[in-house]
């Protein structure tokens, strides 16, 4: 056994992605039998994940998650931001570029309207909160719009740690959110066409979460909408520390 640890622990990467490869093959199990295919097994699986990295930092009392535990440090690497990253490019190079034409200024308006309403949402749920300075109230605004534009955001006006932390959970919670939700109020949200994906992708604006929701409904649908939704982090990345700081800095400074 003690042989076994060894090798696993010195070619963590691919022990990582043995692991990464057994719980996909065990949410595929849960989405086909437990819930009859109507939530997609990427969504469960993410959703195993973040409970399995919350006991796993509970037990190694670390800030890591389950890469603290030696035998496990490759999702360190895999869930780093470099491959993170490459995932969400890569989605692009399935993009029919007469599709996104066909979004027009509707595409437009709702990545525009889905940058403010969550940013405008979260800065009034901070104040309500008793966070009154302009620069958590901008960090926990920016969170609201994704787990990566609120410590961009927070890391470049200097918030603090503690805001920054609560930022990046906000986040995550509307990105399982979208992961869990979409499927269920597909019909309802008539995503059904590339126009409609890439007007929910702007709409919503968590990548992770708008891929693995699409993937729920129709897996042709995520390219589209991650689409939109990568271009909506990068824009938010810029609008948080700028023209959101500025205006919330007017108002509330």
Not at 48 to 60: E, I, K, R, S
Not at 81 to 86: C, G, S, V, Y
Not at 93 to 115: H, N, R, S, T, Y
Not at 212 to 232: M, S
Request: charged letters at 10%.
């Amino acid at each position: 056994m003690d042989a076994i640890i060894a090798v696993l622990s010195k070619n963590a990467l691919v022990t990582a992605l043995a692991v990464t490869g057994l719980m996909m093959f065990v949410s595929h199990l849960l989405s086909k039998y437990l819930t009859k295919g109507k939530l997609q097994s990427s969504a469960i699986a993410i959703t195993l994940g973040l409970v399995v990295a919350y006991f796993a930092g509970v037990y190694t009392q670390g800030t890591k998650g389950v890469s603290d535990i030696a035998i496990f440090s490759g999702f360190a690497l895999l869930g780093g931001a470099m491959i993170r990253d490459l995932a969400i490019a890569s989605t692009a190079f399935e993009v029919d570029v007469k599709e996104v034409k066909k979004a027009g200024k509707i595409g437009l308006i709702a990545l525009m309207l889905g940058c403010v309403v969550p940013f405008a949402i979260g800065v009034l749920v901070a104040w309500s909160m008793g966070y009154r300075d302009p620069i958590s109230m901008t960090t926990i605004g920016a969170g609201a719009m994704t787990y990566i534009v609120g410590p961009i955001t927070g890391t470049a006006i200097g918030a603090s740690s503690d805001v920054i932390a609560l930022s990046i959970a906000i986040g995550l919670i509307k990105s399982v959110f979208f992961m869990v939700g979409t499927p269920l109020l597909a019909k309802f949200m008539y995503l059904k066409s590339p126009r409609s994906a890439m007007v929910f992708g702007g709409l919503a604006g968590t990548t992770s979460g708008t891929a693995a929701g699409l993937a729920g409904t129709d897996v042709r649908l995520v390219p589209y909408g991650a689409l939109v939704a990568t271009f909506y982090t990068g824009l938010g990345c810029l609008l948080g520390p700028s023209v959101f700081f500025l205006t919330v800095n007017a108002i509330f400074g």
